[in-house]
C-alpha cells in the first residue's frame, strides 16, 4: 500500500501543497494494497475528527462511496484522487486519464510488433476503477490488423508476489517459449514487476516484448537492460499536489473542474535519461518527506 514508489511520490505532492499552503497533512493508508477496511475505517476516523478535507484514493470504486458520502454530510468535503469513484459527493477527481494511458501503451505496443503477434493482458484486481480503465484502454488501442489478443481474463491479485505466481502461470498456459506469446501489457508496478520476474525466471526476458505501467528503481534497471520495452509513466508528485491544492480551493469557495486530468508518458530506453522523464522517474522525496 502507502510503501508503493507511486505513493510516496504522492505523499511528497501532497506535502510540497501543504507547505506552500500552510495546511497540515496527515498521511494515512492501509499498509496493504487492498485492505478495503482499513481504508474504510480510516476514512470514517478522519471524517468523525472533522479534518477540514479529505484526499482519498479509493480501492475500490464502489465499496469507498457509502464513507465519502457520510463525510460529505457531515462538511467534510472529498477529492478523489488516482482511481474513480461511484457517485457524485466527492468535489473533484484528480487523476490520470487511464482510459488515454492504455492506449498509449497499446500504441507502443503496435509499434513493437509492426507484423503483428500474439498480445496477452494480466490485470490486476477487480474493482480496481483504474486498471480496468487502462485495461479497457489497451484492448481497445490494441485492435489491429494481425494482432490477437489471446488471454485478457486473467487477474493478478494485489502483490508482486501474487502477480509473479498469476504471470508464471499465465506464461506457461499460453506456452509463450515456444512463439505462443510476442507482447505482454500489465497495467500497474505490482503486475509489472511480477511479470518481469516470470519472464527472467522462464529465460523469456527480452525475447517478449513487455510494456508496463508505472515505475521503480528495478523496473528502470529492467529498461536499461532491455526486459521492459516501455513503462506509461503518470505523475503522481502531480496528483498529491493537486489533490491538496483542490481541497483548500473548494474550501475557499472556489470553483472547481469535476475532473482534473493529471496526464501519462511513455518511458523508454531511449528518452528515459531526459529532464522531464527523470522528474517523473525519480521525483524529489526527500525534500518534501525529508529523510525518511
Not at 500500500?1 to 510540497?16: I, L, N, Q, S
Not at 478535507?53 to 454530510?73: F, M, W
Not at 508476489?161 to 515456444?178: H, I, N, R, V, Y
Not at 508528485?237 to 475557499?252: C, D, I, P, Y
Amino acid at each position: 500500500g502507502t510503501t508503493h514508489e507511486f505513493w510516496k511520490a504522492v505523499h511528497a505532492g501532497a506535502e510540497k501543497a501543504g507547505k506552500e499552503l500552510g495546511v497540515e497533512i496527515i498521511w494515512k493508508g492501509p499498509l496493504k494494497e487492498d485492505d478495503l477496511k482499513q481504508q474504510i475505517d480510516l476514512v470514517q476516523a478522519f471524517t468523525a475528527q472533522r479534518v477540514s478535507g479529505i484526499v482519498l484514493a479509493p480501492l475500490n470504486d464502489k465499496a469507498l462511496a457509502k464513507v465519502v458520502k457520510d463525510a460529505s454530510r457531515a462538511k467534510v468535503p472529498v477529492v478523489v484522487i488516482d482511481s474513480a469513484l461511484a457517485g457524485e459527493e466527492h468535489v473533484s477527481f484528480v487523476a490520470t486519464d487511464n482510459k488515454a494511458a492504455g492506449k498509449l501503451a497499446a500504441q507502443r505496443m503496435k509499434e513493437l510488433l509492426p507484423d503483428g503477434g500474439k498480445v496477452v493482458v494480466l490485470r490486476y484486481q477487480e474493482g480496481s476503477a483504474s486498471t480496468e480503465h487502462r485495461e479497457e484502454g489497451f484492448l481497445e488501442g490494441i485492435q489491429a490488423d494481425g494482432i490477437e489478443v489471446v488471454s485478457a481474463n486473467q487477474y493478478a491479485g494485489a502483490t508482486t508476489e501474487s502477480a509473479f505466481a498469476a504471470s508464471e502461470s499465465l506464461l506457461l498456459a499460453q506456452k509463450a517459449g515456444e512463439a505462443g506469446v510476442n507482447g505482454v501489457f500489465c497495467p500497474n508496478e505490482s503486475t509489472t514487476f511480477g511479470m518481469l520476474l516470470a519472464l527472467r525466471k522462464l529465460g523469456l526476458a527480452g525475447k517478449i516484448h513487455l510494456v508496463g505501467f508505472d515505475a521503480s528503481e528495478k523496473m528502470i534497471a529492467g529498461l536499461k537492460e532491455g526486459h521492459i520495452d516501455a513503462l506509461v509513466l503518470q505523475d503522481p508528485f502531480t496528483m498529491g499536489e493537486k489533490g491538496v491544492r483542490t481541497v483548500v480551493a473548494h474550501l475557499k469557495g472556489e470553483k472547481l473542474d469535476p475532473v482534473v486530468d493529471t496526464g501519462s508518458t511513455i518511458v523508454d530506453a531511449k528518452n528515459m535519461d531526459t529532464p522531464e522523464i527523470q522528474r517523473l522517474l525519480r521525483p524529489d522525496l526527500d525534500k518534501w518527506l525529508g529523510g525518511g
